[in-house]
């Protein structure tokens, strides 16, 4: 059956990646998949052989001034020994001298077809060469990058820092976190790490500090996409810019990128159509990301069921995760954290904790405040005077809570119907 050479399209992308995934020994594999298609997407060559329409090898290299490295050249198992691979280089070497290049670099395993076949066509094994290399480096050029993109390092006491939600950090502690840390680990047992969740739950009950507080656990930088940020005319125009950054994001190995109130941009309701195409770019990035490293996305939303359907579909994202509003327990735990660092007093946190149903630790953390301040000025004109039970208890009664009764109800019937974990 005859095959033919053509350039590499958008439309024959997906069919490239599968073959370049599933090749072997006919590859130049010192490079990832990520490096690829980061070359790809920078209109770098790259060219695949077609049979009957179908893509059954294809190539793909990168120029570095007068010389160029061929990135990954792979041919279906099937099609192999046709005279594809020879094909394939040819082509691409017309490009690349079309483009300047003069010299042709490429790293394929000894002994294996690929190599073979480059010998055959006149490129000569250097034996007086060792190749090297430290993967999973961290640089100050990585550094670099992760400021670029408005990211940051927690710290990883923040995870400590976190009061009073034992449950909710349980769960994500053993079903996210340690197989990310652990992931060595986790493969021997085949447990396939974590690498896109939702943490879904009313406003105010931590998301945020939850997604920052892993990538602190991790010691992996934390970056985070605005919806905001995605700047253009139309709902194409901002997919497209949501594809740029995530182009950026895939320079990084490992990352924490987290998208708050993703109903922004992934919305389920008649009312918001353009928000499809978001979402529809968004969840076809996500292969990508998952690829070539050790990356994972944290989505949250206050409302999941206003979410796309195709996010919650099995499949899309690993967890749907809920992380809802504290109960007595942990409400006594976080007042206890804010209290400690107010007043030395015997304050009733059973009592604050009852009064304070429906809130959140926001909520809490702001009755605090309130509290320290009402004594802070009531010293000013009596003298030191510690807060005590009454000052709390008073700024409760002031503070209304983020969360209703309507909104708890909501949320228990969306653990049973969206939870996945």
Known sequence: MEFEIRDLDESRLEAAVKLWESAESNDALAFSLAEV????????????ALAEDRVVGAISARVDGGRAWILRWSVEAGWRRRGIGASLLRALERRLLALGVRDISMLAPRGGLGADTAAASGYLPQEETVYLEKRRLHTDAGDERVEELGGQWPSPDLWLAIGGMAREKELIERRVILPLAERDLAERHGVVPASAVILFGPPGTGKTTFAKAVAGRLRWPFVEVFPSQLSGVDAHGRAGALRELFEQLLYLDNVVVFIDEVEDIASARQTRPETHVIANELLKLIPRFRDGGSRLLVCATNSVRDLDHAFTRPGRFDYLVPVGPPDTTAREGIWARYVASITDADVDL????????????????FAAQKAAQAAFERSLQDGFDRAVTDDFLAAVREVRPSISTAMARDFDEDIERYSRF
Request: proline share 4%; aromatic share 8%; charged share 25%.
């Open 350 to 365: 059973g009592e604050l904790a009852e009064q304070s149903r429906f809130f959140s630790a926001a909520d809490i953390e």
């Open 37 to 48: 298609l980061a070359a790809v997407h920078a209109r770098e060559p790259a060219l695949v």
